[in-house]
């Protein structure tokens, strides 16, 4: 296999006046003034999707998500991407672009530029630019819930990992689709980090490899522990996969009491789907309860298939 | 392999106050007003580097230096970071950190984010930033140059390749050492290229893919021909590894006539090697010529293994 970099560049759009984007050694944007955001992630076949059940589209669409997904869990908005491509001989190129043109349509993330390469094995990896809005107020991290604060999770959980069991279980009912795509198109919650950060959240994060596991980053970043009174499952999903499936990407909110009922009421004047109360923060550092029992922080590992 | 994103951080340095580097779900860093450059490349083993010849540390620098390179060839300069790690069971990931991060600090560009994933094959792919000191001045593209331009080369070229060729035989003499080392540790030439993008450089490429091969594209960006009458040969390379190999990262350089001399002095103020006059630009669009001959714009191909 040739590497043709040029290939890239067909579906890559026009920049505006004054950018330079795929073509030439680097490109060059405007960035507004104020903090850059940067995150990368790798898909990788056979370890982070199963090319008998997705298709390269969906791969490609599915590293863009979880880059975006990083972005807005900062409370940022996604800008550039930058795109690797690494394909065994053979692999239709042009299908796995597809899928990353459709998610930079989706998320306003054009790719910018890329590479191009051989290898064994299809790897996707995405690197974003982001920036925050507006720029005076520091981004949302991990680490900065207090005891006291209340959870809020954007959406039910667990329909990714439901999506992978009906698609590896080869009989798909008309119920099953929505989990099918959950599992093959995740969607970033970019407008939704941005209204938290915005209202005030104190620590955010992106479920990507389990609510368990990535609400324990949270305790650990911020030295609480948290105390969930209730578990948002996705329609046909189980209580396992909502707890430890990874690439929901659903946020996960923390908000003092005080910032919760105005926080709800700029989601619900932006259009956005009101977050569920899931729980609180606690003095008990690192400790993770559901429904007032211990819980292991064990989510979704990605092992090589 | 379960996937251990902290064990980057091992490496990583700590951050200025008021930045957020490696361990939250995005890095969140300050840069100057003015336009962003952005470039990301990827080194697969196998295809980009022989495991059996250069170690993972050399992957990890050879992956850097090639992002590096071309932030170097819009006369920008590297600002930070971002490193995907893609390998199978058993791989020394600090072996490969340590190249990379000894890459970081030759061109003080810090990694500040990165994922690390299983995959069957080593791939490194470092996605960089970088910024137009002084941001005034647009950067230096491969599109610029006109009929009559000098053309420089700020280095002899060709010992990558023969390095390759050295290390292949297994038998390096003592003068052999440096042309392995030039294939193991290519340099990207930052401070070259800022002084010549100052200087008033029309049109700028790094040689990552064969000198004729990246000369035919500034050719073809800028509408011009090209007529080299000096191919600075690495001592211990031939001709052919001159022309055809890639990865030696020396910069080309078109600058009009009138600004061929201050751009000497401000190599020679700036401490750096004096670029070699190699040719000039033609009128015959897409033509390169050699010593008066015709030469057709062959370079590397990066073949799977």
Same mark, same amino acid.
């Given at each position: 296999?040739?590497?043709?970099?040029?290939?890239?560049?067909?579906?890559?759009?026009?920049?505006?006046?004054?950018?330079?984007?795929?073509?030439?050694?680097?490109?060059?944007?405007?960035?507004?003034?104020?903090?850059?955001?940067? @995150?990368?992630?790798?898909?990788?076949?056979?370890?982070?999707?199963?090319?008998?059940?997705?298709?390269?589209?969906?791969?490609?669409? +599915? &590293?863009?998500?979880?880059?975006?997904?990083?972005?807005?869990?900062?409370?940022?908005?996604?800008?550039? @991407?930058?795109?690797?491509? $690494?394909?065994?001989?053979?692999?239709?190129?042009?299908?796995?672009?597809?899928?990353?043109?459709?998610?930079?349509?989706?998320?306003? $993330?054009?790719?910018?530029?890329?590479?191009?390469?051989?290898?064994?094995?299809?790897?996707?990896?995405?690197?974003?630019?982001? $920036?925050?809005?507006?720029?005076?107020?520091?981004?949302?991290?991990?680490?900065? @819930?207090?005891?006291?604060?209340?959870?809020?999770?954007?959406?039910?959980?667990?329909?990714? @990992?439901?999506?992978?069991?009906?698609?590896?279980?080869?009989?798909?009912?008309?119920?099953?689709?929505?989990?099918?795509?959950?599992?093959?198109?995740?969607?970033?919650?970019?407008?939704?980090?941005?209204?938290?950060?915005?209202?005030? &959240?104190?620590?955010?994060?992106?479920?990507?490899?389990?609510?368990?596991?990535?609400?324990?980053?949270?305790?650990? &970043?911020?030295?609480?522990?948290?105390?969930?009174?209730?578990?948002?499952?996705?329609?046909?999903?189980?209580?396992?996969?909502?707890?430890?499936?990874?690439?929901?990407?659903?946020?996960?909110?923390?908000?003092?009491?005080?910032?919760?009922?105005?926080?709800?009421?700029?989601? +619900?004047?932006?259009?956005?789907?009101?977050?569920?109360?899931?729980?609180? $923060?606690?003095?008990?550092?690192?400790?993770?309860?559901?429904?007032?029992?211990?819980?292991?922080?064990?989510?979704?590992?990605?092992?090589?298939?």
């Amino acid at each position: 296999l040739t590497v043709v970099r040029s290939q890239l560049s067909a579906w890559v759009g026009a920049p505006p006046a004054g950018e330079i984007w795929i073509g030439d050694d680097a490109a060059v944007v405007e960035v507004p003034a104020g903090p850059l955001v940067l @995150a990368v992630d790798a898909a990788v076949a056979g370890v982070h999707a199963d090319l008998n059940l997705v298709s390269l589209a969906d791969l490609g669409w +599915k &590293a863009m998500a979880a880059a975006i997904s990083d972005i807005a869990a900062m409370g940022a908005r996604p800008r550039h @991407a930058l795109a690797t491509f $690494c394909v065994p001989p053979g692999t239709d190129v042009e299908l796995l672009s597809r899928g990353v043109a459709e998610a930079q349509a989706e998320w306003s $993330c054009p790719v910018i530029g890329g590479d191009l390469t051989g290898a064994e094995q299809v790897v996707v990896s995405i690197a974003v630019t982001g $920036c925050l809005e507006p720029p005076n107020q520091p981004a949302t991290t991990r680490a900065g @819930a207090s005891p006291g604060d209340l959870l809020f999770l954007t959406g039910p959980v667990g329909a990714s @990992a439901a999506g992978l069991r009906v698609l590896r279980s080869g009989r798909l009912t008309r119920s099953d689709t929505a989990l099918a795509t959950a599992h093959r198109r995740p969607r970033a919650r970019v407008a939704e980090g941005g209204a938290a950060r915005a209202a005030g &959240a104190t620590a955010m994060i992106d479920v990507s490899d389990g609510l368990a596991r990535d609400i324990h980053r949270i305790a650990v &970043a911020s030295g609480i522990g948290i105390d969930l009174d209730r578990l948002p499952v996705a329609d046909g999903a189980t209580q396992e996969e909502a707890l430890g499936g990874g690439e929901d990407y659903e946020l996960v909110i923390a908000v003092p009491p005080d910032r919760a009922e105005p926080m709800l009421a700029a989601f +619900k004047d932006a259009g956005l789907r009101a977050p569920a109360a899931i729980g609180r $923060c606690t003095q008990h550092v690192g400790q993770l309860d559901l429904f007032g029992q211990s819980i292991a922080p064990v989510g979704w590992r990605h092992d090589i298939g």
